[in-house]
């Protein structure tokens, strides 16, 4: 598979530059692409869906994800304060993708829906306060 198939099939809608936080929620599926849960605008949840040849690039941006679980945890032991809400450990970032809707049911039969970032490129700050960018801009059939 080419690069432009592969992103042919991701991008299909508008390419847009969002800025989000991004929580240590950490999900693959049958495919092996990597789902981040995040929130934009601070409450709307979402998530963020890097696929293909982009997943070997993520490892920073898990590790620091996990990083910054794994600090906020400790703080909360150490002050002898209950363990934060994952939801509540965030990582800001922007992310360069297209959005798509994912429709699923709940336990209950109710069709939901979702919306996913289909991320092509992630600018997001390590712990030490350098900036580390991840991915490569959307690739397009001749």
């Known amino acids: 598979m080419t690069p432009q198939y592969e ?8 390419i847009c530059t969002v800025r989000l936080d991004l ?9 092996g692409d990597i789902i981040i849960r995040c ?14 040849r982009r997943v070997r690039e993520t490892k920073p941006l898990v590790q620091e994800l996990n990083d910054l679980k794994t600090r906020a945890y400790k703080a909360a032991v150490q002050s002898q304060l209950p363990v934060p809400d ?14 798509r809707r ?3 049911q709940d336990e ?3 069709e939901k829906r979702a919306y996913q970032l289909v991320a092509a490129r992630c600018l997001f700050h390590l712990s030490n306060g350098s900036a580390m960018a991840i991915g490569m801009p959307p690739e397009t059939l001749p």
Do not use: C, M, S, Y
């Not at 992103?7 to 508008?14: E, M, P, Y």
């Not at 601070?42 to 890097?50: I, M, T």
């Not at 994952?86 to 959005?99: H, P």
């Open 23 to 31: 929580v240590p929620v950490i999900n693959f599926n049958r495919r």
């Open 108 to 110: 209950d039969g109710w």
């Open 102 to 104: 994912r429709l699923f």
């Open 7 to 14: 992103d042919a099939g991701l991008f299909k809608t508008q």
């Open 86 to 99: 994952l939801d509540g450990i965030r990582l800001q970032a922007e992310i360069e993708g297209a959005w």
């Open 39 to 52: 929130f934009v605008k601070a409450n709307l949840r979402a998530e963020v869906l890097f696929a293909g």
